[in-house]
């Protein structure tokens, strides 16, 4: 299994720039794609932005040419940087992977816990 543990999140002003970091780790064979939604009170999950393990990445369209997806294969790692902040992008945002379990006879889907973004006006 894959556990994620999401970071940076926290409250900003208007304009401002946040960078989130999510680690995995456990027993699994490699990870695929990761990324990160988002979900605010009353609202649907929305996916904010994913990469996969080649660097192609792709943006909700509310966050495009504003947040930037990275990740640290290696290390297992993914960041947001999100700059220009609004408070419309206030929300719960949830680190997600894809992997191959330990013996790569399944792929699953792991989630993080999730890490509060709150843009202030």
């Known amino acids: 299994q894959v556990q994620l543990v999401e970071s940076g999140g926290g409250l900003v002003q208007a304009g401002g720039s946040l960078r989130l970091s999510c680690a995995a780790s456990g027993s699994f064979f490699s990870i695929s794609d990761m990324g990160w939604y988002r979900q605010a009170p009353g609202k649907q999950r929305e996916l904010v932005a994913n990469?996969?393990?080649?660097?192609?990445?792709h943006y909700g369209d509310s966050v495009k040419g504003r947040f930037t997806i990275s990740r640290d294969s290696a290390e297992h790692t993914v960041y947001l940087q999100m700059n220009s902040l609004k408070p419309e992008d206030t929300s719960v945002y949830y680190c997600?992977?894809?992997?191959?379990?330990?013996?790569?006879?399944?792929?699953?889907?792991?989630w993080g816990q999730g890490t509060q973004v709150t843009v202030s006006s």
């Open positions: 990469i996969g393990s080649g660097g192609t990445a």
């Open positions: 997600n992977a894809w992997y191959l379990n330990y013996l790569a006879t399944s792929r699953n889907s792991a």
